[in-house]
């Protein structure tokens, strides 16, 4: 893991400032001769820079994502607890971390963020921006921040705005972390029982109906107690738990909420999305229920230039990044076209 330090005052949407950023990044091979070999990787809620590790199966050696080909970065957002400025940082301006100080992150700051860490590494084009879920807001508002830049774009799971679905998931999630009587204390460890609960929440969102009955139902029919599903959510939260932080958890979830392409554009999200000429993959997940498939078919009808791939997956929202295989496969026709068209090779 790599840091970027700018010791500026960073501005942010909303009108506040932090009074200096540090962004952790990872990157994997080599920048070609003449910078066309970019892939930016935009992640989503939960996850890091090491986007090898996390996206194993489409980012890394012998994956359609390949060091040997392409340069990649993934740079952690701001709001994180992995390296980049977030509520756990120390505050420049007191000396002591921000917590529940922190200010209100749009995916625009975070945006914002990247195009400094572009500018530092010296990238002047990327041939390939994508993300899933917030990876994929991140990536949709950043070739509309820099149309000249961004080049392609894939996009999985993802929508123009947040649903109102969304939101009130996200709503949800908060009010189980607020009711932590630890919340807002300040240490590192506040929150901790209501960010298990955010997410058992969240993770109802993640899967669905239909995999959770096939993974998670009993054979035992004659228990009242201790079932598989309790088992299955309680290990999931405890797994965050000892990863993440929830004051992070908190403001992340509120900056996936101010998510709207069209805010301060001057017209509705058709109309943005009209205007985003870069040629797009789209990948949606049959079985979604945070970002169902009517959100991709949005996007695909208004994106001029874009491809909708539907999976037929049981693993809901988690699909795009549990189906490597398929993604990979889809992923790897669209760029071999591209690769046909321009260079007269299949990637």
Request: net charge negative; with cysteine; glycine share 8%.
């Amino acid at each position: 893991m790599q840091y970027f330090h700018y010791k500026e005052a960073f501005e942010l949407e909303n009108g506040q400032s932090l009074p200096e950023l540090t962004i952790a990044y990872h990157t994997y091979g080599t920048l070609n001769a003449d910078k066309s070999n970019v892939v930016w990787v935009c992640h989503a809620l939960t996850a890091n820079s090491d986007a090898a590790d996390w996206w194993n199966g489409i980012i890394g050696s012998g994956h359609i994502i390949n060091p040997e080909r392409f340069f990649i970065v993934c740079a952690n957002i701001i709001g994180s607890c992995y390296g980049t400025t977030g509520p756990l940082s120390e505050n420049a301006k007191t000396g002591n971390p921000y917590y529940s100080d922190f200010p209100l992150i749009t995916i625009r700051d975070m945006v914002k963020a990247h195009i400094l860490l572009r500018k530092h590494l010296g990238i002047d084009k990327i041939f390939l921006a994508m993300g899933g879920s917030m990876g994929g807001y991140q990536a949709m508002e950043w070739a509309v921040m820099e149309k000249e830049v961004i080049q392609h774009l894939f996009l999985l799971a993802t929508s123009a705005t947040e649903s109102a679905w969304g939101i009130a998931t996200h709503t949800a999630q908060r009010l189980a972390i607020e009711a932590d009587s630890t919340w807002n204390t300040a240490s590192p460890d506040a929150g901790k029982k209501g960010l298990k609960a955010a997410r058992a929440i969240g993770m109802l969102t993640y899967r669905n109906y239909g995999i959770m009955v096939q993974q998670q139902t009993d054979s035992d029919h004659e228990k009242i107690d201790n079932f598989k599903a309790t088992s299955y959510i309680t290990y999931q939260g405890d797994k965050l738990v000892n990863r993440f932080n929830a004051y992070s958890y908190w403001a992340l979830t509120k900056t996936m909420d101010s998510h709207n392409i069209a805010r301060g554009r001057g017209g509705k999200p058709e109309t943005v999305l009209q205007s985003i000429h870069q040629k797009t993959l789209l990948i949606g997940i049959s079985s979604d229920i945070l970002c169902p498939l009517i959100e991709q078919h949005f996007l695909a009808n208004n994106l001029p230039n874009s491809t909708l791939i539907e999976i037929d997956s049981s693993y809901g929202h988690d699909g795009f990044m549990v189906e490597s295989k398929l993604i990979s496969q889809h992923l790897g026709e669209w760029l071999g076209d591209f690769f046909v068209l321009n260079y007269g090779a299949k990637i």
